[in-house]
């Protein structure tokens, strides 16, 4: 079993910046990917960026640029440092475990963009 928990959202306005962080622990192999997924209001969830253990990363395009992913192997935790924030980055933010096995997935986190 694996537990994910993601912190670091809150309320920012537009053109702020967030750090989300999301730590693994439990039965955690050494290949793996790790990646942050978004669910906007009405929306369906959607990918934002993941890394795997060697550090290789993606992107979608609405984020590039401005979001970046990285993750300590160690503490088995990656981040998302999110700048440039717009309203349409509201959402929740879930944090996603793929290894071979099940899929595991955070609890998510609120990030609100407002004035």
Known sequence: QVQLVESGGGL????????????????????????????????????VADIDNGGSTSYTD?????????????QNTVYLQMNSLKPEDTAIYYCRLSQKGPD???????VTVSS
């Open 104 to 110: 595991y997935w955070g609890q998510g986190t609120q």
């Open 62 to 74: 609405s984020v590039k640029g401005r979001f970046t992913i990285s993750r300590d192997n160690v």
């Open 12 to 47: 920012v306005q537009p053109g702020g910046s967030l750090r989300l962080s999301c730590a693994a622990s439990g039965s955690i192999f050494l290949i793996n990917v790790m990646g942050w997924y978004r669910q906007g209001p009405g929306k369906q969830r959607e990918l």
